[in-house]
């Protein structure tokens, strides 16, 4: 079977996707661009105002409250910022912000640092942190463990990515492809060709394995999703960790994925996929994030193909891509808010999906 790195190439839009933006635009590659001490002297860099009705200006009083803003911002991420006492002003604030802004990156290369207003008009830092998905579809293929659970010799490993993937189904908010969604629409879709004869086959054999792969993936879907959706197998996600005796390297990757998941739940109780979603102005022209993660029930086949092909027919239609968001003010009551949720779910699912690819 294919690893996530190759199912992702060949899932992959039409069209590069970028962060979500609320104007129109042509989508651009995705890149970071590398920030130099001497680029930032050849140019007039100045930092962003948003946020604010009007352009904050630029005065004395800006001064003393980007430098307190500025300070809350260090001691928070544990940032040593640079000496600009010998700098005029206000270039010691441009200085100080490419400063901040370039160490801030280091944590976090899709952090962006803005200027903005509180709710009292003071200046305040803002830390605008995205997670960047990609392009990648985060399918889940239910198949692979339903066959893992038959397997006596696997009980204990199959239990314990069922817990899993009950974690994601119930709590991290990943839709299933038998409900309401995306991918379920899909499915439903192609039956209705099928069955209709909208779709061409070559002969009566294809049209008859056409047919069976739709009533496999129907019953499949179906007896995963009552397993998925029963609270026991998350009940029981602890237990099974602290019982389980890995004996190869499948075993480990089952427990690893499984001790993730419990963090998960213990370190962001009130979080799921849709916790720093925003909704775009046109949804139309945005793949959205239930569109690229679900539940599906697996990834190769006729089936698959012919739901891959619309899938990428769709997207490419959209320039922009549905990403977690976050907004942290650095002032008196700062509330850190980072998108660390999504750094350690996204890539526990591409992990998840390998994993149940090699079964």
């Known amino acids: 079977m294919e690893t996530v790195q190759q199912y992702r190439k060949l899932l992959r839009s039409t069209r590069p996707a970028a962060r979500c933006s609320k104007s129109k635009r042509t989508a651009e590659p995705l890149s970071t661009p590398a920030i130099a001490a001497d680029g930032f002297l050849r140019q007039s860099f100045l930092p962003k ?68 207003q509180n709710e009292n008009g003071k200046v305040v830092l803002c830390n605008n942190e995205a997670y960047m998905t990609g392009s990648t579809l985060y399918y ?144 139309d022209e945005v793949v959205m994030a239930d569109q690229y993660i679900s539940f599906v029930c697996e990834i190769q086949g006729s089936l698959f193909e012919e739901i891959k092909q619309m899938v990428n027919e769709d997207f490419g239609n959209k320039g922009d891509m549905q990403q977690p968001l976050s907004y942290c003010y650095y002032d008196e009551g700062c509330n850190m808010d980072t998108v660390s949720y999504e750094q350690k779910l996204f890539p526990m699912m591409e992990d998840l999906i390998t994993l149940l690819c090699e079964i």
């Open 140 to 283: 889940i293929p239910v198949e692979p463990l339903f066959r893992l659970i038959r397997n006596r010799a696997k009980k204990k490993s199959a239990e314990l990515i069922l817990s899993v993937c009950s974690y994601l189904c119930r709590i991290a908010g990943v839709p299933y492809f038998r409900e309401n969604s995306y991918l379920g629409w899909q499915y439903e879709m192609i039956e209705e060709w099928v069955i209709e004869g909208a779709m061409d086959f070559e002969n009566e054999k294809d049209y008859r394995m056409q047919l069976s792969a739709i009533e496999k993936a129907e019953y499949i879907g179906d007896v995963m999703g009552r397993r998925l959706y029963n609270g026991y197998h998350l009940q029981q996600l602890e237990n099974r960790i602290n019982s389980f005796q890995a004996n190869d390297h499948f075993d480990k990757e089952c427990l690893r994925l499984a001790k993730l998941t419990l963090s998960l739940t213990t370190d962001y109780p009130n979080n799921n996929i849709f916790s720093h979603l925003t909704e775009p102005d046109n949804c």
């Open 49 to 116: 105002w948003t946020d604010a009705k009007e352009p904050i200006k630029a005065t004395k009083e800006t001064e003393t409250e980007f430098y307190a803003s500025l300070s809350v911002m260090a001691e928070k991420h544990g940032l040593s910022l640079m000496d600009v006492s010998g700098r005029p002003y206000p270039y010691n604030l441009l200085l100080s912000h490419w400063d901040a802004q370039r160490k801030l990156q280091k944590q976090n290369k899709d952090a962006d640092l803005l200027l903005s």
